[in-house]
């Protein structure tokens, strides 16, 4: 039986927001660049090449007419031309586990990072695009007689394993905090989107730098067996 419980109070905790002011802004910045930095290296590391990576200041007046401001972001792969050819030995097309896998690395790499610096948890807002992603892809395995629920637990599993292996999240975090530096210092508006990005080629650089490289997520040649997991139990003859 689906044991709903710990998805739902892990991936959708939705903590209350803290009142708007110079510090949360900066803190909810900081947030939103781990989650695309997350996105970005898990992406890398599952054998894609990245078209770009950056996050969105969002201007404008609130009910009061202050000025206000949100953040969004985005960590776009390359087609598919660029990526890495994959057999995995799961009752799932090859395609929909990576991308279900690179949608949920970035609630996982944002979730750790709140835990760490004791921010305020909101995966139901900040994360709503990827879980209608994954949601998505669920809705397809029903319809096709296959069992969608076990697909989900599957890719947030595998997620939080990725952002617990320690070269990972040390480049999630060297390039969350590089992509944080770079949107700070992009100027205000008074009203509109200020887009602040950072080069694919630096996020490569951080990932090697890291010991990180392109595909090391994926079965080798000649192996189904997915890295992100314990490998199976040889039974002795």
Known sequence: MLDTGSYFDGMFQN????????????SYLETVCHHEAAHAV??????????????????????????????????????????HRVSIDFDYRALHFKLGVTLAAGPAGERRHCIEREKPIRLLIASEGDHHGIDSIVRTLFARGRDGYAFQRLVWRAAQRIVAKPTVWKAICDVGDELFNIAADAEEAEDGNIWAY????????????????????LPSAGDRHVPIFPAPAVRAA
């Open 15 to 26: 903590d209350p927001m803290e009142e708007e002011n110079v510090f949360t802004v900066a």
């Open 198 to 217: 950072i080069e694919p080629g630096d996020v490569y650089s951080i990932c090697r730098r890291n010991g990180v490289t392109r595909g090391m997520l």
């Open 42 to 83: 898990t992406m890398y590391a599952m054998g894609n090449l990245l078209e770009s990576v950056g996050v969105c200041a969002n201007y404008a007046p609130d009910a009061s007419g202050k000025k206000s401001v949100c953040y969004s972001g985005l960590a776009r792969p390359r087609s598919r031309k660029g990526a």
